[in-house]
């Protein structure tokens, strides 16, 4: 079995989904085909479920009567023969009156709305494949994709639901499914945070123990910097699970940052494809080494450094440890560590307990607070033997870095600078590490 995940923009319009379908068709085998909303339509959703909030009713049934027209507008375009377009529109009209009821519930789920997107767009592209003879069965996700522990997800159940779904209905060479949302352990609709179809689609390659995992998405692969912000940046071939890992977390947002975790120990192989070019080679991420040294910068923003000043920790074993304890009671995660004899630094990318974290901390000793950091980081195999990587250090001339963080990792360089330095320390880099490394070579 594989699992092929179809993001935004690659089921946005109805030409990109008959790209879809002919890539579909291409691969033997059976497949289970996760598909996100159409590009556009959760941010939609999002703001559906703000005018709520803020009681915003005229807000509301516009934002609902374009989600409306936009999937009717697809449906037109998408579905051919007269009686499949009627029996089409009626069961994406049901589906829309459900979401119509959730949003007069009291209190309103936020994520119950928000996942409709998916549902929408499932629907319709399971009847479009239908119809042009792609036999399919659509899967409900929320069967089976259990998952409570979103860090570490209940693979064993989402596999027993799954089996168990797929016993149940009718058996086909294509599944199409929804990404994204997720039921907890009080059976409530959740999600698995925004951009989560990449993880859906790696959760469920591990609980089938798929072959291969394959993320259809608008760029031909992993490339070496973020191309919003770096020009000239280039596709890399290959990438360890671990590269991967590393660079989704530090803000890749070519992929969810938890997708690799469910399929590394697994060695199941992830190929990142371009659904508009998909004859390009496109990223393969397993195990499989290919080269040494540096391959790629990201960047993660949202980021908050605090400083702990304090005397008494000079010499003091146990200072540490009731620091860390502190984030530990409020389960937030640190990120960047660094010290001196004095002071302590580090780094959370989850402020929301904040407050009590600060209010706890104040007992050893002073605190300064700097929110609005990213964490940019360099990534590669043995970077830090790499002899090139020494010029980002270079980077201090031109612009402040509030923390390093070197060695923790032999793979892995983090500098903490200000987010309103982010894009000119990725270009910088970019120029330093990649640019003038290839004017050295020829
Ligand atoms: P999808 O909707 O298919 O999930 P996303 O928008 O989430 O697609 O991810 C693809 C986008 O990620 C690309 O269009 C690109 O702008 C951005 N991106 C950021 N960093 C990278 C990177 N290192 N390599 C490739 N794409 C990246
Ligand atoms: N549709 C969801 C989002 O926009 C999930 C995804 O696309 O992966 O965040
Ligand atoms: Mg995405």
Not at 108 to 127: C, D, K, N, P
Request: glycine fraction near 6%; charged fraction near 25%.
């Amino acid at each position: 079995m594989k699992v092929l995940k179809f993001g935004g923009t690659s089921v946005g319009s109805a030409e990109s989904i008959r790209n879809v379908r002919k890539i579909i068709l291409e691969q033997k085998g059976r497949k289970i085909v996760v598909v996100s909303a159409m590009s556009g339509v959760t941010n939609k959703l999002v703001e559906v479920f703000e005018a709520l909030k803020a009681g915003r009713a005229e807000v509301v049934s516009g934002h609902m009567l374009e989600l409306k027209l936009k999937h009717l507008q697809l449906i037109e375009e998408l579905i051919e023969a007269e009686n499949n377009k009627r029996a089409t529109e009626n069961l994406f009209l049901e589906l829309y009156e459900q979401l119509e009821e959730i949003i007069q519930a009291k209190p309103v789920s936020e994520a119950a709305v928000v996942t409709f997107g998916e549902s929408f767009l499932s629907l319709i592209f399971s009847q479009f494949l239908e119809e042009q003879g792609v036999s399919n069965t659509l899967l409900d996700a929320k069967d089976f994709m259990h998952v409570s522990n979103v860090e570490n997800p209940e693979i064993q159940t989402v596999q027993k639901l799954l089996k168990a779904t797929l016993q149940r209905e009718v058996a086909s060479e294509v599944y199409v499914t929804q990404g994204f949302i997720r039921i907890d352990r009080n059976k409530n609709i959740c999600t698995l945070k925004r951009g989560g179809s990449d993880y859906t689609a790696t959760i469920v390659g591990a609980a089938v123990n798929a072959t291969e995992v394959q993320i259809w998405t608008d760029i031909d692969g992993f490339h070496n910097n973020d191309p919003r912000f770096v020009e000239h940046t280039s596709a890399l071939t290959h990438l360890t699970f671990e590269e991967a890992a590393e660079l989704a977390y530090f803000g890749a947002k070519i992929l969810h940052p938890q997708t690799v975790s469910p399929v590394k120990d697994r060695n199941i192989p992830i190929y990142l494809k371009n659904t508009f070019t998909p004859n390009a080679p496109g990223t393969c991420i397993s195990n499989s080494h290919h080269s040494i040294g540096l391959k790629a910068i990201s960047a993660k923003d949202g980021i908050t450094a605090i400083k702990i000043k304090s005397n008494r920790m000079l010499m003091a074993h146990g200072f540490l440890k009731k620091i860390f304890e502190v984030f530990d009671k409020h389960e937030t995660s640190i990120d960047m560590i660094t010290t001196s004899e004095i002071a302590i630094s580090l780094t959370i990318d989850d402020a929301r307990n904040l407050d009590k974290i600060l209010s706890e901390l104040d007992e050893y000793g002073e605190i300064t607070v700097d929110t609005d950091h990213s964490i940019i980081c360099v990534v590669g195999e043995g970077v830090i033997n790499d002899r090139e990587t020494f010029r980002l250090f270079e980077l201090l001339n031109d612009l402040p870095v509030r923390m390093i963080s070197y060695g923790g990792s032999s793979n892995n360089i983090s500098l903490l600078v200000d987010t309103k330095n982010k894009v000119q320390a990725l270009q910088l880099l970019h120029h330093k590490l990649f640019e003038e490394k290839i004017l050295n070579e020829t």
